[in-house]
DNA sequence: GTATTTTAGTACTATATAGTACTATTGTCA
DNA sequence: TGACAATAGTACTATATAGTACTAAAATAC
């Protein structure tokens, strides 16, 4: 008789609670046009900039389709731009403006500030150890969408 | 200095991935008008039905604003009905139809399927772990909305 | 070197999600 | 018991998310 497990049930809630807490967050800090969601691609871009979008697919885990419309608005509001590579002119790149890049200082406090909540009670070890099975996990998933296409 | 933590970003990717996944699982198995959110909805009426809304803004973690326009799909597509409470007028009691409950048997053999791959190369300890984490992290969150509202 | 396949991205459509503002019922307290 | 506050839910609106079907460019095969 197998366990009865609920680790995806768990994750789609953890996710909707912390995402209405954040973007409470950022309105409170004055961030007024950015989501969690935009966010999450703003973040990634912090990382690496200058990316085509298949890229942001790998990094925010969002499809290409969901990437496509919240780059329109994300460029509407000036946070991002989009051009084409010159080398592969099936590429777009997009990357950060100075309007994102002077928030980052920002999100980051916020960001802080979520994770205090987040982490709330635990030891360092219990949330090394904790991220470590989330990323194993993300990798298993994302392997597994990938030959399952 | 404060370590970089991500447990929120990586919350929301296997979120996202393992939602796309699952979704592809239940059309494989046939279930073709139902999808992860909605299912979110009828596993938490499997452990306790007949309950009103509020109830399962607790249990799926979704706004109640949400839970609105997803019990109208559902009960569209027949999955639940609604009656008023009779001892108090302003409360809805939402139940399972006999179409979600002969759903279960099969809704549960897919939620395995998507287990297996979830928790791929994990031992029962290192899930048990885990499960015990994001479960703290939820009444965490879970308090801190609702102090904070 | 053309034909085919693969890759990158978008347009369109449908559903998920949540916030704000509202109605109706119930509870509270002077 | 009547005014006010709290509770339960919905209507409306805006954005997030993804699937299907498409176009264009690059890579590959023969």
């Known amino acids: 008789m197998q366990k009865l497990r609920e680790g995806g049930f768990l994750v789609s809630k ?42 942001l697919v790998i990094q925010t885990a969002l499809s290409k389709t969901t990437l496509t419309s919240m780059l329109d608005r994300l460029e509407q509001t ?20 100075q309007k994102s890049k002077s928030l980052k200082e920002q999100y980051e406090a916020v960001s802080h500030e979520m994770i205090s909540v987040f982490y709330e009670g635990l030891s360092e070890e219990e949330i ?22």
Chains 1, 2 share one sequence.
């Open 14 to 55: 953890i996710k909707q609670v912390s995402g209405r807490i954040f973007d409470k967050k950022l309105r409170e800090h004055q961030i007024t046009d950015l989501n969690t969601g935009q966010g999450r691609i703003i973040f990634s871009l912090w990382q690496k900039d200058q990316v085509p979008i298949s890229e």
């Open 78 to 97: 000036e946070y991002i731009t989009r051009k084409m590579d010159e080398k592969d002119k099936r590429k777009i790149i997009v990357s950060l403006t």
């Open 128 to 149: 090394d150890r904790f991220e470590k099975t989330l990323n194993h996990i993300l990798l298993s998933l994302s392997k597994y969408e990938e030959d399952y296409k």
